[in-house]
């Protein structure tokens, strides 16, 4: 079975690609920062949560997030730009650190609003340096880049390739199948 993980996965984009993943008949493990949590988020999670392909934890919990065997590691940055948590961007990085000192070739897959709308701090800055280091380490980090107002995405791999727009369907809907074709393709 095809399987995943979406960190930050109660968040706004991070739920609708659980959603989406889960219709595609994914193993989804979904996980996400208790420093987050709201009622609006449990009361929408009742929707996926008892979805025998869905298995959720906060990341404060577990120790080692990468023990399951999956296809990629969904980081929906979106919600992590638009939610200035420095807290929580912090544990984020240390987890995406660690993923990269372990050496492991799970693809990334990166969503991120466009250059417009997200800041260049020091949380843009360290997420460029961990991307850096996994392409140099031989691994794969997928992006896509998504303009909100209008529902335009961009795909490139590895910051070799140039932006490729791809307009199907809605915004996480469009993602999700790419990558499926993607990952049918590479047999990544």
Not at 7 to 27: K, N, P, S, T, V
Not at 76 to 98: A, G, N, R
Not at 151 to 161: A, G, K, M, P, V
């Amino acid at each position: 079975m095809k399987s995943a993980i979406v960190l930050g996965a109660r968040q706004r984009y991070g739920f609708m690609i659980c959603e989406q993943l889960l219709e595609q008949d994914y193993q989804v493990y979904a996980k996400d920062f208790i420093q987050w949590q709201t009622s609006e988020q449990e009361e929408r999670w009742l929707f996926i949560g008892r979805n025998a392909h869905l298995q959720y934890a906060h990341l404060h919990e577990e120790k080692n997030i990468f023990d399951e065997k999956v296809l990629m590691i969904i980081v929906p940055l979106v919600d992590f730009y638009s939610q200035q948590k420095t807290e929580v961007h912090d544990l984020l990085l240390s987890i995406l650190k660690e993923q990269n000192s372990m050496q492991i070739q799970t693809p990334i897959v990166l969503i991120q609003p466009s250059c417009m709308q997200r800041s260049y701090s020091t949380f843009s800055q360290a997420i460029e340096k961990i991307k850096e280091e996994k392409i140099k380490m031989g691994g794969e980090v997928l992006e896509y880049h998504i303009t909100m107002g209008n529902e335009d995405i961009y795909f490139r791999l590895n910051n070799y390739s140039e932006w490729i727009k791809n307009t199907e369907g809605g915004e996480i809907e469009s993602v999700i199948h790419h990558l499926a074709e993607k990952v049918k393709a590479d047999g990544c």
